[in-house]
């Protein structure tokens, strides 16, 4: 029977290509991980952050791979493997035979697992898989910030699926103003986090800026300089990486992610758009 629910989650997706089914199956994955998450005490602990959150609990339009959380308190001795030594079984009963590989180092501040299956697909009933060749494969990453930056808001959402789970998430400001911080310090390009920023902006999304502030004074170039982050600051900074960019490797980093249906939008990824986006920035209340 809980086959069953998996094979009627993923036909609910309407999957066009291989590459669709495959991101579904891993969603899929991923909520049934986070509802076995919550039925322990994980998330008095955790809040749950980054694309997989916004895509799951805010309706992100693009498919993400990882699951992210940082802790609600700095802790030290925060053991990621105490809270998922259990989800071998719980996924097991819908036709998972996960293999959970340890990251938990000691001194590490990020605590980081690797959830990988490769038996669903042998079970599932796959429209484009038996096409291409390819099995349905999943490999989710988890990861678990243990001195987070102060300041983050938070607010409890449901799952209903596999079954009624609570998860404690980052609020839309504070996963807004991560998202930010990525744009503004990763070292490489990531068409992801541009994609997410089109969605803030468009959303209308308040910034966190006192997460924001202590993000960047944590990591990055402004590392230590406990600089004035306010609504001018960002704005400029923002342009300046704006126009720095590679549009169209952006967006080809992006293209896996999305619907086929939606990929022909990628050609308007230009400069000119996200000084727009940005512009709408400028009209969001603080």
Not at 108 to 118: C, E, N, P, S
Not at 223 to 231: E, F, T
Not at 258 to 278: D, K, T
Request: proline share 2%.
């Amino acid at each position: 029977m809980s086959v069953q629910m998996i094979q009627q989650r993923l036909a609910n997706y309407n999957c066009k290509t291989d590459v669709e089914e495959q991101q579904a199956i891993r969603e899929i994955t991923q909520e049934v991980v986070l509802a076995a998450l919550g039925r322990g005490d994980f998330f008095k602990h955790a809040l749950f952050q980054g694309g997989t959150c916004l895509r799951i609990f805010y309706a992100l339009n693009r498919f993400s791979e990882d699951l992210d959380f940082i802790l609600r308190e700095p802790t030290t001795d925060f053991h990621l493997k105490d809270h998922i030594k259990h989800l071998t079984d719980e996924l097991a009963a819908y036709g998972y035979n996960i293999e959970i590989s340890d990251r938990d180092k000691a001194e590490a501040t990020v605590k980081k697992a690797f959830l990988k299956d490769d038996s669903l697909g042998k079970v599932l009933n796959l429209q484009h898989a038996t096409k291409s060749g390819l099995m349905a494969k999943v490999s989710i990453k988890l990861e678990v910030d243990t001195n987070p930056p102060a300041g983050s808001g938070h607010e409890l959402k449901y799952l209903d699926f596999p079954f009624v789970s609570a998860v404690a998430v980052q609020d839309r400001p504070s996963l807004f103003a991560g998202k930010l911080h990525a744009l503004l310090c990763r070292e490489y390009c990531k068409g992801r986090d541009w994609y997410d920023f089109i969605w803030y902006t468009g959303n209308h999304t308040s910034v966190n800026y006192d997460f924001l502030k202590s993000a960047l004074n944590q990591i990055g170039p402004w590392q230590g300089q406990a600089i004035a982050v306010n609504m001018a600051w960002l704005l400029h900074a923002l342009e300046q990486k704006i126009n720095s960019m590679n549009w169209k490797q952006a967006a080809e980093d992006v293209r896996r992610f999305v619907r086929v249906a939606e990929q022909p939008s990628l050609a308007l990824w230009s400069r000119e758009l996200f000084l727009r986006q940005l512009d709408k920035l400028k009209h969001t209340d603080e």
